[in-house]
């Protein structure tokens, strides 16, 4: 077993809830109460009652103690754990040595039926006990797995994979999850022509995140479709989530939105900066507006700005998921390796782009995080499409 694999079974048994620990341990107890039987049998001397109910409690209780101590991978306790279990154990055999009682066949018999008993009842006991653990752990995480499908489900569902076009813009996005669930969303919203384009990147991973990020997409969805006068999304969003998110929880936030002409409005919210390619010059710009991210403060106001999108420029949003995956050596991926990808995929689909930065990425270094990307083209107006609109 490696290291990160030792580290989540840790994990595990940390998580455990106390009646489970109990009925393992136990079984532990029962396990090696077996070997202070199956050592007394190989003692030719008379053992009476109370010496024999001791060396079966004594390594009883130090299997136990080292059951429990590797499991929690608490190691600097092993140390002297081990030094005083050699010193009892000495100290047992010295007692035991000190009394040569003379053993006749009657008495062997006796002490041989008792130990041999002891050893069954250990045994059986043992097993019933980790039969019984299994069994409710095993309910225990079946349960829990069942319910991870689903939320991977519905987060399969509110973040789809995007991929349209309109009469001016092409659009891309994609989310890869860390594990079963994500905390990433990608999200394009479109109204009488306009559209808004945003990611957001919950703190943290798995169900709670992805429940962050459901909350977060309802509330932009909801304050799009009221849009209320003197009043700015992401204030709004954060007065939202700030009441509901854990004081260890935030959400980065970045988008872009266009309501006609050449200028898209943006900002983000301590999120990685916005790359803006510029067909007219071929240079990637990094886009940014110093926000403080979603949730940190609950009366916080996110000034935006604009930028001139001319034909054949591209906007890419990414999460840090891209940027922060590190080799061997400790080195990240870099947003500079990420604008060079979308630099050189200027005359590429949008999705051949995602593809080539995801691939690029993987062979760079483990993920760890949620990585999701969001393309924008906007398209000469020679080869604008003329096909119907792709449903989101």
């Known amino acids: 077993m490696n290291w990160k694999s030792w580290i989540g079974t840790a994990a595990f048994w940390r998580s455990l809830p106390a009646s489970s620990s109990l009925v393992f341990f136990a079984g532990v107890f029962f396990l090696f109460g077996s070997l202070g039987f199956i050592l007394d049998i190989r003692n030719p001397q008379e053992t009476t009652a109370g010496e024999l109910t001791i060396n079966v409690v004594v390594r009883s209780f130090f299997g136990v103690c080292w059951a429990f101590f590797g499991v929690r991978r608490m190691f600097k306790f092993m140390i002297p754990l081990a030094a005083v279990q050699v010193l009892i154990l000495w100290l047992l055999v010295r007692v035991s040595q000190g009394r040569n009682l003379p053993v006749d066949a009657g008495t062997l018999q006796d002490k041989l039926r008792v130990d041999t008993t002891g050893i069954l009842i250990c045994v059986f006991g043992a097993y019933a006990l980790f039969l019984l653990f299994f069994q409710r752990e095993g309910t225990r995480f079946f349960a829990a797995h069942t319910e991870i499908r689903l939320a991977a489900e519905i987060h399969r569902s509110l973040v789809p994979e995007l991929s349209f076009q309109t009469s001016e813009f092409d659009f891309f996005g994609v989310s890869f999850p860390s594990g079963s669930v994500g905390g990433d969303l990608v999200d394009v919203i479109r ?71 050449l200028d898209l409005a943006f900002s983000s919210a301590g999120h990685v900066p916005l790359l803006h390619y510029r067909a007219s010059d071929g240079s990637v710009q990094q886009c940014s507006v110093p926000n403080l991210p979603l949730g940190i403060l609950l009366n916080q106001h996110f000034p935006s700005s604009t930028l001139r999108f001319e034909y054949g420029d591209v906007l890419a949003i990414v999460s840090d998921g891209f940027t922060e995956t590190f ?64 449903r989101r």
């Not at 799009?224 to 992401?234: E, K, N």
């Not at 991926?333 to 995801?358: H, P, W, Y």
Request: charged content about 20%; proline content about 4%; hydrophobic content about 40%.
């Open 191 to 261: 109204d009488h022509g306009c559209w808004f384009a945003y990611v957001a990147d919950v703190s943290g991973h798995g169900v709670p995140a992805g429940v962050v990020m459901s909350m977060t997409k309802s509330a932009v969805h909801t304050w799009l479709a009221s849009r209320p006068q003197h009043s700015d999304l992401l204030t709004d969003i954060n007065s939202v989530l700030k009441p509901l998110l854990m004081s260890n929880m935030f959400v980065t936030f970045a988008y872009a939105a266009w309501d006609g002409g």
């Open 327 to 390: 080799d061997s050596e400790g080195r990240e991926f870099g947003l500079d390796a990420i604008s060079k990808i979308v630099q050189n995929g200027r005359d590429k689909d949008l999705k051949q782009i995602s593809a080539e930065m995801r691939e690029r990425v993987r062979k760079y270094g483990q993920q760890k995080d949620d990585q999701t990307i969001l393309l924008v083209r906007r398209l000469p107006v020679a080869v604008l499409n003329s096909t119907p609109l792709a």
